[in-house]
Nanobody, 121 residues
């Protein structure tokens, strides 16, 4: 079973930057959509950014202009460059990937560990 492994989370001061990465645990072939989500305790998971195979991107309004999603199809890896971080960006960040058959992570339910981003004020 394929797992997605995120990395790059850390504790950073407000105004700082981080770059998150996410890759599958084994080869998955073509990936159509790659996406980043985040979740804080007691809240619903929310979409942060998506990127299609063609390179079209979309962002949650509160991160537009500060975050940049990118992908490396040779490595099946998705990145999230986060600049001008704010305390409200504090969350566990997850990625997901849409394959030919389905999303790697079911769109509902728990997604496991993710990578923790903590922004101090």
């Amino acid at each position: 079973q394929v797992q997605l492994v995120e990395s790059g989370g850390d504790l950073v001061q407000a105004g700082g930057s981080l770059r998150l990465s996410c890759a599958p645990s084994k080869s998955v072939g073509s990936v159509y959509i790659m996406a980043w989500y985040r979740q804080t305790p007691g809240k619903e998971r929310e979409g942060v950014a998506t990127i299609t195979r063609r390179g079209d991107t979309s962002y949650k309004s509160s991160v537009q202009g500060r975050f940049t999603i990118s992908r490396d199809d040779a490595k099946n890896t998705v990145y999230l460059q986060m600049n001008r971080l704010q305390p409200e960006d504090t969350a566990v960040y997850y990625c997901n990937m849409q394959l030919a058959s389905d999303w790697v992570r079911p769109l509902g339910g728990s997604w496991g560990q993710g990578t923790q981003v903590t922004v101090s004020s």
